[in-house]
């Protein structure tokens, strides 16, 4: 079984930035593949960012492309989110999962979830 616990949500100004982190359990961490999908009220889950295993891939939404970058600490088994120039169609729940594959944007693609964070910015 394999638990992940996301962090670092809050409410934020347009412009501003946020660093979401995900601790995650239970499975060698550097084999898998970790990704950051997001929900927004009355819409559906929708990809963010991934990183491969080795961290050596990493793949973005055109949304976030520049402003978010992506990363992984093996040795703490953390995956990281890094957000800058936050606009207000950011605001969603954020989400980390965990994924067999090299790297994934489709959530049916990932096999276990954390329980989200709140992400709030403000215009």
């Known amino acids: 079984q394999v638990q992940l616990v996301e962090s670092g949500g809050g409410l934020v100004q347009a412009g501003g930035s946020l660093r979401l982190s995900c601790a995650a359990s239970?499975?060698?961490?550097?084999?898998?593949?970790m990704g950051w999908f997001r929900q927004a009220p009355g819409k559906e889950r929708e990809f963010v960012a991934t990183?491969?295993?080795?961290?050596?891939?990493?793949y973005y939404a055109d949304s976030v492309k520049g402003r978010f970058t992506i990363g992984r600490d093996n040795a703490k088994n953390t995956v990281l989110l890094q957000m800058n120039s936050l606009k207000p169609e950011d605001t969603a729940v954020y989400y980390c999962?965990?994924?067999?594959?090299?790297?994934?944007?489709?959530?049916?693609?990932?096999?276990?979830w954390g329980q989200g964070t709140q992400v709030t910015v403000s215009s």
């Open positions: 999962g965990s994924t067999a594959r090299l790297w994934a944007t489709r959530g049916y693609e990932y096999e276990y």
């Open positions: 239970g499975r060698t961490f550097s084999s898998y593949a």
């Open positions: 990183i491969s295993g080795s961290g050596g891939i990493t």
